[in-house]
């Protein structure tokens, strides 16, 4: 019987309730859906391709020149500090190249290892340098002012992390010779007291830098950037400082200091004809390499800030004034009592005495209070005013060194009767060293003052050499005054006179004695204050070459300036004059007349 196919044989059968897919949505429904469907698939497809096109193409350029900066790091390139030099070339300051050697611990793999490799090298502690490198830290040092030969070494090792820096060391190879004069520069490398702050910016120089790209170990990539801008080093500045004689000079007033009785000892040497420092120093002074170790109150230079008031030295101004202004003469005889008054108080001599007649030689001769306040009344007070600031009292010489005071003096109009009397002997007004061998030079120089100077030149890098400004000169007084000014502190140091010890054999010297009495800073007055004791004069008299400049603060001791302060000047100069082949003129010393009829 043929097969037959019955209707509904092919029906699906369904559960109850269940609904075919798609049911209720016509054809053209279900296309639209499927078409927006593949609108939004293909247009993420077209950001996420139009982004890599931005990224790869557009901001390619600049996401690897980010990447590059990343890698990139400067460097500075440290200018090497300019030296100073004495006359002869022989140094007091220089620079040596070092380095500084730092770690990056986020690059360094093994710190242990590292720092057992570095401990001997550096001369610092393993178990500091493994703390060190340890840290969560970009950077660290691990030790300053590091040899060249020792960073050779470490750069040998490859240490990952381990870099180096410019870390120039400063040197004094004098120690403490000049050291005053020369200063020190700080942690910074600038340059905090004496010649090395005066020329911060010529000893500095400028800067460089070094623009290195770096790999993952913080290590130079050798194919990658290096560029470098040179640093300019330091101009090299000379000064008229004799290293020899500046070590003499300290010599002789650190023995000074040695006595029981001196706390503080200056001098100061001058070439008479160009005004030019030869040499300068004060006892105590310090080493600019370990200034940090020094007592604050040291790290200046007394010869140009402090003041003092000098005595009997100051006679030489007064003097000068009464020849200059025809007062007197050299041989012009008074009758000098052994005291005078002065307003409400009463001047008297070293030792009081009766009337004596002394030759105008013979008052300085002898350093009578009495008869120079004589002369100085006759020259008025505005007069000797006058004179004193030409000497250059009362104003700073404007020197090359920073901190100098220009002394304390009052104007002629507010001196009391009393003042009136002191200045003229030296008490009332104070001064420098410096001014107080200022002061000679003009009379050594045939009245020609010549403001002081202590630099000879600058020299820059390349060799380019600028000398020092001339220094400014002013006549104060005519030859004529000076020459008999030069016979009468001759007659100072000759018999008769207040400093037989300031003789030098061979040589012809004139100067002048001072004891001063010191302020009592205890009692702001001058009782139990000690005295200052000082000595200033030039050699050969008859052709001078060297003015020398001493005082002595003695607190304790009321032994006069001829006795302590003169011989340092003699022991000084006598140095100077031999290293320097000064030959005697072989003239003998005049006879001086130091007393007569009037």
Not at 196 to 213: P, S
Not at 217 to 246: F, K, M, R
Not at 304 to 328: H, I, N, Q, R, W
Not at 483 to 497: H, N
Request: proline share 7%; with cysteine; aromatic share 6%.
């Amino acid at each position: 019987m043929p097969n037959t196919v019955r209707p509904g044989a092919f029906t699906s059968r369904r559960a109850p309730g269940s609904r075919r897919s798609g049911a209720g949505l016509s054809v053209d429904q279900r296309g639209l859906r499927n078409r927006w469907g593949l609108v939004l698939m293909i247009t993420l497809l077209v950001l996420v391709v139009g982004r890599l096109a931005v990224l790869q193409g557009v901001d390619g350029a600049a996401y690897a020149n980010a990447a590059e900066q990343d890698r990139l790091r400067t460097y500075p390139i440290a200018a090497l500090r300019g030296a100073v030099l004495d006359r002869d070339g022989n140094p007091f300051a220089y620079t040596v190249e070092a380095s500084r050697v730092v770690a990056d611990p986020t690059v360094v793999a093994h710190p242990a290892r590292t720092a057992r490799a570095l401990t001997t090298l550096l001369g610092v502690p393993e178990p500091e340098l493994t703390e060190k490198l340890s840290r969560d830290d970009r950077y660290v040092v691990l030790a300053a002012q590091v040899s060249p030969e020792t960073t050779d070494a470490i750069d040998e090792l490859g240490l990952p992390g381990i870099s180096f820096e410019d870390d120039p060391v400063r040197l004094y190879p004098a120690g403490t010779v000049g050291g005053q004069v020369i200063g020190f520069v700080g942690r910074d490398g600038a340059g905090l007291a004496g010649i090395e702050q005066t020329f911060e910016d010529e000893l500095a120089g400028t800067n460089g830098h070094r623009r290195v790209e770096v790999g993952s170990g913080g290590n130079p990539i050798p194919s990658g950037i290096d560029e470098s801008t040179p640093a300019t080093d330091g101009d090299t500045v000379q000064l008229t400082l004799d290293q020899d004689l500046q070590y003499v000079t300290e010599q002789r007033l650190g023995k000074a200091c040695q006595d029981g009785a001196t706390t503080r000892a200056s001098a100061v040497v001058l070439d008479v004809h160009t005004g030019h420092v030869v040499a300068m120093g004060s006892c105590p002074g310090y080493d600019p390499g370990n200034y940090s170790k020094t007592d604050p109150n040291l790290l200046g230079n007394p010869v140009v800030s402090d003041v003092f008031e000098p005595g009997s030295v100051m006679k030489a101004v007064t003097l000068s004034a009464a020849l200059e202004e025809g007062v007197a003469k050299p041989d012009t005889v008074l009758s000098v009592n052994g005291h005078i008054e002065a307003g409400d108080r009463v001047v008297t001599d070293a030792h009081d005495h009766a009337p004596v007649n002394w030759t105008v030689t013979g008052i300085l001769a002898k350093s009578s209070n009495v008869g120079t306040i004589m002369l100085a009344r006759e020259v008025g007070d505005e007069k000797l005013e006058h004179y004193l600031r030409a000497f250059g009292l009362g104003s700073t010489t404007d020197i090359e060194l920073p901190g100098e005071s220009a002394g304390i003096l009052q104007k002629s109009a507010d001196w009391t009767a009393s003042r009136a009397a002191n200045v003229p002997i030296g008490q009332g007004v104070s001064v420098t060293t410096l001014q107080m061998a200022s002061i000679y030079q003009a009379i050594a120089n045939d009245g020609v003052r010549i403001e002081p100077r202590i630099v000879e030149s600058v020299t820059a890098p390349g060799g380019k050499v600028t000398d020092a400004p001339a220094p400014k000169s002013t006549r104060v007084i005519s030859q004529a005054t000076a020459d008999q000014m030069a016979y009468m502190l001759e007659a100072v140091v000759g018999p008769g006179g207040t400093a037989p010890l300031g003789q030098i054999e061979g040589f012809r010297v004139a100067g002048k004695t001072g004891t001063a009495q010191r302020a009592n800073p205890a009692c702001n007055c001058y009782a139990g204050g000690g005295y200052v004791t000082t000595f200033v004069g030039f050699a050969p008299a008859d052709d001078p070459q060297y003015v020398v400049a001493v005082d002595l603060e003695r607190p304790t001791s009321d032994a006069e300036g001829g006795q302590v302060a003169a011989p340092v000047f003699a022991d000084i100069m006598r140095y100077a004059l031999t290293a320097d082949g000064v030959v005697p003129s072989g003239t003998p010393r005049p006879d001086f007349v130091l007393s007569g009829t009037p």
